[in-house]
């Protein structure tokens, strides 16, 4: 079994007060481990987005127990949770988050920038990274030129640019067509394999299955199922090389 990198134990979160009150998560188990890419399937109001948050050190649970690569976030303070995600986590959405005053390059190196790396460092390895996810000619162009499948690449290079234990993906391919969306999950599942990160996709698309290690199935705020997808069932998925 591969090593850990992000752990929820028995975690629990209510929202809301009052009238308003609902349990999203009841007593959620799940583990993210380096090497695999899992798949977080559920309908709207599932509770994924909730469980993502609480991964992702962006949500406390009301109850229950957290670890980022060992280390428990039960207590730590916004300073703490924030040097834990910039340091261990990084984070592709559905609407890709660039800046769009900022060119492909410039929106990856702000992920270093708030690091303090070193200017001739970070141009480099923004470029480098853009040239894995298969941009290279597009560095200098600004997210209006560029269509919906490379904005999402210059996503994903900017979450993978710090070289993260684990990559959180909320819903990367909903906004994209078939084959954009396929090519977004080759890029996801082979940075899994080969940089031995934990990656979690959040879905409602049982079309990403066979890019799937692990499928954690969810509903109601509770882990209804966990299936290991059958090899066939992956023959269209990129294997480690």
Sequence with gaps: MTDPVIE?????????VGPSRVQA?????????????????????SGKTTLLSILGCMLAPTDGTVR????????????ELA?????HIGFVFQSYHLF?????????RLALDVRGDGRNHAIAKT??????????????????????????????????VAD???ILADEPTAALDAANGHAIMTILSTIAKKRSRAVLVVTHDPR???????IVHIEDGLLTREEIPAREARAGAPTSS
Excluded: H, Y
């Design 8 to 16: 929820v134990l028995n975690v629990s979160k209510v929202l809301g």
């Design 83 to 87: 040097a834990i995600r910039r340091e």
């Design 25 to 45: 998560l009841k007593g959620v188990s799940v583990t993210l481990r380096r090497g695999e890419l899992t798949v977080l399937m559920g309908p709207s109001g």
């Design 164 to 166: 993260p234990s684990a």
């Design 127 to 160: 470029r480098e990274v853009l040239a894995s996810v298969g941009l290279t000619g597009k560095t200098a162009s600004f997210p209006r030129q560029l269509s919906g499948g490379e904005q999402q690449r210059v996503a994903i290079a900017r979450a993978i």
């Design 100 to 108: 769009g005053t900022l060119t492909a390059e410039e929106n990856v």
């Design 68 to 79: 980022v690569c060992g280390i428990p976030t039960g207590g730590a303070g916004p300073e």
């Design 208 to 214: 990403l299955f066979g890019f799937a290690d692990r």
